[in-house]
């Protein structure tokens, strides 16, 4: 049994339901023992299903068609249509025929596209009471005897509402899934079907077809009986409804036949490795799958890059107080993760990365490389491995390349991919979709890449391949790293020299692991240089903790009395530690331990103790330096005596976020003066007060909003936190190794 009713007062009047299969029955049953309906209706064309239904509690009312109930249906009823696919326009049509545009009519269908399409048709329009939704769950059982009142219990529910969908309607279908336990997400309907013919169809059809094959063989007694788990396992679903999937296989048509297409040319050159013997690529095949399989596991637990239908908003609840005391050991530098992946990939010969950043926006560059060919093993642990495949040896990617959030991995991605001979999309996430690519797409044009923007410059990046490129020399209008490594990358597909300069001097990891894997870069008076046509030489990399990451303990020690803080084998290269250089200016204490060089990279343990802190000019100087750094920062001015400001500070305003606005919004609802500026921000120290922040999707928002917490004076809300995890996935329990007072609440 469920757990009682969810609401006080059912939310539906009617819930009728035509067609109780498995679906139909358990959504019926789940409705009833919860009470989110008055009266639960059954539809059925026959009699003994009804009467079964009735006897074991699942329905309240049974009628044999749609016609017998459709007259008492008004506003607040719904009718969830629960018949095989292809039998769905004929219920659609009598919808249209008898039910009142006030009645919500909702449907099951594992196909959205055929249904739609119906709709319309019947309609002359998609009627603005219909969603059209996709409970993913079931079992090989079906019928009203397999009816499971938590079938749906923590299991996705797909709406594909179009344009013309009322909210009321979609609001109403939305509750009743929640209201059963499922989890609901919405997606185009298009999408939904590419989706699941790949995902649910695809893998019935090779059930099918496998176990129909064996079948057919004249010992199959025997190699069914010998038969191992996994083979029981994965065709476990060939005993599913027959009629059902026949009904998928008709209606999604074009979706399954492109994705067979695909599975049967690669189970084609399978075969012909097998046949040659073709080591390789066996181990290729086998190596990529397998770490694709724990990829994919990850992601089905939401411990790893959250794509677009992340269904939960994650908030930070801070309460005052806490301390800083302790060691850490902060997350592998972000920067250096995405380019051990890139050069790695492109290099010949196996590369050891360890150390590697296991948050989202390094993880997107992985499965990129994944998608384009490249065999990685792991990450496990912070170690990968790079089946590198040279310069020339990435493959063409079936679907567009997915960045999520990452500008790194968007922008330098370009550079490289502007020298491939294959066509290539880049798409992110919201926030990655509004920030600007032009910076990069002008000196790439003006090597003689071909990129399109979205109107306004931003993502999606489409590059077409087969373009020769031309040596440059690029003077860069601002300071960006990313801007300096894109064109550097794309150096690499050059015959020539392809040159750089800098107005201020800018992170120099593309450089320095350029160099270490054996090609040669120049770096003279701010002028980057190098000559394509060479060859990357594979190696062993270890990441440092980042320094970005490093900061936000960095300031909470600084900020709060009684706090001492060591943070472990932080890179501390130069170009790198302005946020040191910033903290000492302003009177922190900051002492460096333990340093050494670790593969051409500059590391040390970083102590920090409290001390009064003080407001400054910020050095323009030192901005390219501490360029991320900025919006913890920027919660170290809120608590030093005096006034801080910045300026020449411009690119924080084109960051995941418009960091000079969203973090003075933030001061000011906390009661710190803050005033931003074109190009920085005047900040002036006082007592950090509470309120409610907005992140703005912007990780390093929510993680500095968050240390402020330590000298509030009551509770701080951080909203919308889930893109920590991009940067810094354990920030919470770092935070509270610590002495941070903060707690995670999850908005469903």
């Not at 249209?96 to 309609?123: F, M, P, Q, R, W």
């Not at 009629?243 to 008709?250: E, F, G, K, N, T």
């Not at 695909?262 to 066996?282: C, K, P």
């Not at 924080?652 to 500026?677: C, F, H, W, Y």
């Amino acid at each position: 049994m469920l757990n009682k009713a969810v609401n006080s007062k059912p939310s539906i009047n009617r819930l009728v339901i035509i067609g109780l299969g498995l679906i139909g029955s358990s959504l019926a049953v789940a409705a009833r023992e919860l009470g989110l309906a008055e009266t639960v209706v059954g539809i059925s064309r026959r009699s003994s299903t009804l009467e079964l239904a009735l006897d074991r509690g699942i329905i309240d009312q049974a009628c044999d068609s749609l016609k017998a109930i459709a007259n008492d249906l008004d506003a607040g009823d719904m009718v969830v249509i629960g018949v095989p696919t292809l039998t769905v326009p004929s219920i659609l049509k009598e919808c249209h025929e008898l039910l009142s545009d006030c009645v919500t009519i909702t449907d099951v269908a594992s196909v959205k596209g055929s249904v739609v399409n119906a709709a319309t048709n019947i309609y002359g329009r998609m009627p603005g009471q219909f969603v059209p939704g996709h409970p993913i769950a079931g079992s090989e059982r079906s019928g009203v005897t397999a009816a499971d009142s938590k079938l749906f219990e923590h299991h996705k529910v797909i709406l594909t509402p179009t344009e013309t969908t009322e909210s009321k309607h979609l609001e109403a279908v939305a509750n009743l899934w929640v209201g059963v336990g499922a989890k609901v997400a919405s997606m185009p309907v298009q999408e939904h079907d590419e989706i699941l013919a790949a995902t649910s169809h695809l893998p019935h059809f090779l059930a099918y077809s496998l176990v129909d094959t064996l079948a057919s063989m004249e010992d199959k007694r025997e190699i069914f009986r010998y038969a191992a788990g996994g083979f029981r396992d994965f065709t476990r679903i060939a005993a599913s409804d027959p009629v059902m999937w026949r009904d998928i296989a008709l209606a999604n048509r074009a979706s399954i036949l492109s994705t067979l297409d695909h599975v049967m040319d690669n189970f084609t050159a399978l075969r012909g490795a097998i046949d040659s013997g073709d080591e390789q690529y066996l181990m290729d095949v086998f190596t990529r799958a397998r770490d694709a399989r724990i990829h994919f596991g990850k992601l089905l637990e939401n411990k790893s890059l959250q794509g677009p239908m992340t269904e939960k908003t994650i908030n930070y609840h801070i309460s005052p107080g806490g301390h800083a005391r302790g060691v850490v050991r902060v997350p592998g530098d972000k920067s250096m993760s995405h380019r051990s992946i890139m050069l790695g990939s492109l290099a010949t010969g196996m590369t050891e990365v360890t150390g590697f950043l296991e948050g989202e926006d390094s993880l997107a560059t992985l499965k990129a490389f994944r998608d384009m060919g490249v065999v990685i093993e792991g990450p496990d642990e912070g170690r990968v491995v790079i089946h590198g495949v040279g310069l020339y040896g990435l493959k063409a990617p079936t679907k567009p390349l997915y960045m999520g959030n990452s500008g790194t991995s968007i922008r330098l991605l370009s550079g490289l991919l502007a020298g491939q001979s294959f066509d290539c999309e880049l798409t992110g996430d919201v926030s990655l979709s509004g920030r600007p690519m032009g910076r990069v797409a002008t000196p790439l044009a003006l090597m003689g890449a071909k990129i399109e923007t979205a109107e306004g410059g931003t993502p999606p990046l489409k590059i077409k391949g087969g373009q020769k490129l031309l040596p440059i020399h690029y003077e860069m209008p601002i300071a960006s790293a990313q801007v300096k490594s894109c064109v550097l990358l794309a150096g690499l597909y050059v015959e020539g020299e392809t040159s750089v300069s800098e107005p201020a001097p800018t992170r120099d990891h593309t450089e320095r692991m350029l160099n270490g894997f054996g090609y040669e870069v120049d770096v003279d008076n701010g002028i980057a240089t190098l000559s394509g046509g060479g060859e990357l030489k594979a190696t062993r990399i270890d990441v440092p903790a980042d320094i970005s990451s490093a900061a936000f303990f960095m300031v909470a020690a600084a900020i709060t009395p009684n706090s001492d803080i060591t943070l472990l084998h932080v890179g501390v290269n130069p170009t790198r530690i302005g946020v040191i250089n910033i903290l000492r200016q302003m009177g922190a204490k900051i002492s460096l331990s333990n340093k050494r060089e670790i593969g051409g990279e500059p590391v040390a343990d970083i102590r920090i103790e409290y001390a009064a802190l003080k407001g400054i000019a910020i050095p323009e100087d030192q901005v390219p330096l501490a360029i991320d750094e900025f919006p913890i920062l920027f919660i170290a001015a809120a608590c030093a005596g005096g006034v801080t400001t910045l300026t020449g500070a411009e690119e924080l305003r084109v960051k995941e976020s418009d960091r000079i606005q969203s973090m003075a919004d933030g001061l000011n609802a906390l009661g710190i003066d803050a005033q931003p500026t074109a190009d920085g921000i005047r900040i002036v120290g006082g007592q950090l007060g509470s309120g409610r922040i907005v992140s703005h999707h912007d990780h390093r928002i929510a993680m500095a909003f968050s240390i402020a917490g330590l000298r509030a004076a009551g509770d701080i809300i951080v909203e919308d936190c889930n893109n920590v995890a991009t940067s810094f996935p354990h920030f919470i329990a770092a935070a509270e190794s610590v002495g941070l007072n903060i707690n995670v609440e999850i908005v469903e």
